[in-house]
């Protein structure tokens, strides 16, 4: 199995040995099978949190685990005392409009790449 593991901040590459990358900059030469984004693109303003999609799109040759906060989360699902407040809190329509043209969204986090070569059967498959 090959991996990368990527991080903006500085500190998180050198403390677990991550690669420095800004994924609203960066896209992989070439696609992987599984990508994991876990809770990033709140941070990022929308140009950002757009192009990291398409780069995520672009890295993505199969399943996307995405997991990212939204504004409904924020007022009915977060523990306030516990959760970083300080993003950028969009809408889950927001995210799928730009998510819908590469990806088909699975369920319980998971989208599949469209033009990826995964087949579901009919109840696999939210949408």
């Known amino acids: ?13 050198k403390q677990y040995a991550h ?3 800004d ?4 896209a992989p030469g070439k696609p992987f099978d599984l990508v994991v984004c876990h809770g990033v693109l709140q941070y990022l303003n929308n140009e950002q ?7 995520l799109a672009t ?3 199969h399943l996307l685990y995405l997991e990212v906060p939204t504004k409904h989360d924020h007022e009915h699902v977060i523990d306030a005392g516990s959760t970083d407040l ?4 969009r809408s889950g329509d927001w995210y799928r409009r730009r ?3 590469h990806f088909l969204q ?11 070569a995964v087949p579901f059967y009919e109840l696999e498959s939210c949408c």
Not at 23 to 26: A, E, H, L
Not at 49 to 55: D, E, T
Request: contains cysteine.
């Open 59 to 61: 890295a993505t040759g």
């Open 19 to 21: 690669d420095q990358r």
């Open 99 to 101: 998510l819908a043209p």
């Open 49 to 55: 949190a757009s192009a990291a999609i398409l780069n």
């Open 23 to 26: 994924i609203s900059q960066w």
């Open 1 to 13: 199995m090959h991996y990368v593991s990527t991080d903006v901040s500085e500190y998180a590459c």
């Open 106 to 116: 699975v369920g319980a986090g998971l989208w599949a790449q469209r033009s990826g």
């Open 86 to 89: 300080d993003c950028h809190w």
